[in-house]
């Protein structure tokens, strides 16, 4: 730790150098002008950029709310020159209680926000500062894909620096000593799954004498979201992400097209058959991870990571083997592409009034992303956390990473061993297979071509429209509607907004175009 802290001091003492000399790689705010001929209002510039600045933020809470000036917190302040106060708010109810912030005008200083109806209204209405003009100044944040941020711009415009993740997270893991044993293959058409599951399902494959296992097993969140189960399988067999636009710029929603109806059928045959788990509509993802690690589950599409899941089910099941793949149809390998962030970090005029105070916090946010905050944010302090043998790091302590690291790393930017990393933790192959298939998914993602774009509709009714056709899947899958009904349902949204929201979409679309 004091090996750490002298590291950390020694780079802020260079840095505070740099940046009262006027250093042109935007780590500071403006260059300095010769000695002896410095203005006033440069001067106090320069004497306000030395010191520590003032900054609040507000994120999710990573279950355990991290002690007030730990020795993590401390680093990043002391590397990035300011006084840190986290704000820490639990993720059930976290857009609630920033929309209610940003109503009552009580903002920090920087907040992270969800590409959201109501966030992308604040955005428009000019809550948040514009940075996107400023990017071109701050080397990290400027040398990132433009994927990222053309993902969360509103009208053109980029209100917040995204949470980085990967644009393509969808991985299938699967039992291989089952599917070994039992002389499977991996599915790829929708009848294959089927035929898997019900082997899965049918043959007693963990030998316990009982019908327990399931070949996959879903939760209440199956249909909603990125990491939606129907549309990354639906996806897979050619359908699109979302949304469909032709030539003409029609927009349809996915379940009017025929790849995701017939995903949508398979799933009601499953539950029909009692291949997937019949309470899946109230089962919560919690659920999911332990009855996949007491051993019960053959396949998972998942955007985590395979070797912490064989991790914890070889503790229960030492001779269990897990392997990872693409998800793959019959045309090849296709995910749908998601927004590439976990939230964006964004600076509200409210409570930073000026330019420079904003640049500083840019600058902030740049400075996050250099080599000695990334290798502190994903491995922690070497000697408490972590320690080098030879090329590579090693993993000292799991539980003092999830306590006292993760919290940091998953709500501030950091790319990983994809930028910027000096000596990449050891891993283990399956997990190095895993994250070799996330990386190369940018290439097979299929984007969502409405991600971006304008609906007023989609703004005032979308949750509820999404509500009306997410339970109307449930209802067709549990039998409660038939076909005829499912279409009823469709027809319904469609005159409720949903016809409207299409249109939209194709006048926002065409314009962009122009």
Known sequence: ?????????????????LTACGSDEGQGSGTASPAGSASPAASQAAKEELKPLDLTIAVHQPGEIPAKGNPMELGIAKYTNT????????TSGYDEKINVMIAS??????????????????????????????????KNLAAQSEIYYDN???DGKL?????????????LHYRKDWFDAMGLKVPKTLDEWYNVLKTVADTDPDKNGKKDTYGLMLDKNYNQGVASTLTRLSVAQGGPNK?????????????????????????????????????????????????????????RISGGN???????????????????????????????????????????????????????????????????????????????????????????????DAKEVKPYRDTLLQRGEAYNMDKPMKQTD???KNNKIVSDNDKYAVPNPALTLASVTYTERGSELELQITDAETKFIMGKIDEAGWKAEVEKWKKNGGEKMMEEYKASYLKSKK
């Not at 907040?111 to 071109?136: D, N, R």
């Not at 005029?349 to 944010?377: C, G, H, P, W, Y």
């Open 306 to 400: 395979a070797q912490s899941m064989l991790t914890n089910l070889v503790k229960v099941v030492p001779t269990a083997a897990m392997d990872a793949v693409p998800m793959e149809g019959a045309g090849g390998i296709r995910v749908p592409g998601e927004s590439g962030n976990a939230g964006i970090l964004a600076i509200p005029k409210s409570s930073v009034k000026t330019e420079a105070e904003m640049k500083r916090i840019l600058t902030f946010l740049d400075q996050l992303l250099d080599k000695e905050m990334v290798n502190l944010l994903n491995k922690g302090i070497e000697g408490k956390h972590y320690k080098v043998e030879g090329e590579f790091t090693v993993q000292l302590d799991k539980d003092a």
């Open 1 to 17: 730790m004091k090996k750490t802290a002298c590291l950390v001091g020694g780079v802020m003492l260079a840095t505070t150098v």
């Open 83 to 90: 006084n840190l106060s986290f704000q820490w708010i639990p």
């Open 152 to 154: 969360i711009r509103v």
């Open 159 to 171: 209100y917040g620096i995204p949470v980085y993740r990967g644009i393509g997270r969808a991985v």
């Open 430 to 432: 399956l997990f190095l």
């Open 105 to 138: 005008g009580e903002l920090p200083k920087l907040v992270k926000v969800s590409y959201v109806p109501t966030i992308v209204s604040a955005m428009q209405s000019g809550v948040f500062w514009e940075v996107g003009p400023y990017l071109k100044d701050y």
């Open 243 to 299: 949304w469909k636009v032709d030539a003409q710029g029609n927009f349809t929603p996915e379940f009017m097209t025929d790849e995701f109806t017939n995903t949508l059928k398979l799933f009601k045959r499953l539950y029909d058959e009692k291949l997937i788990n019949q309470d899946f509509a109230v089962t919560d993802a919690l659920t999911i991870d332990k009855t996949y690690e007491s051993g019960r589950v053959a396949l």
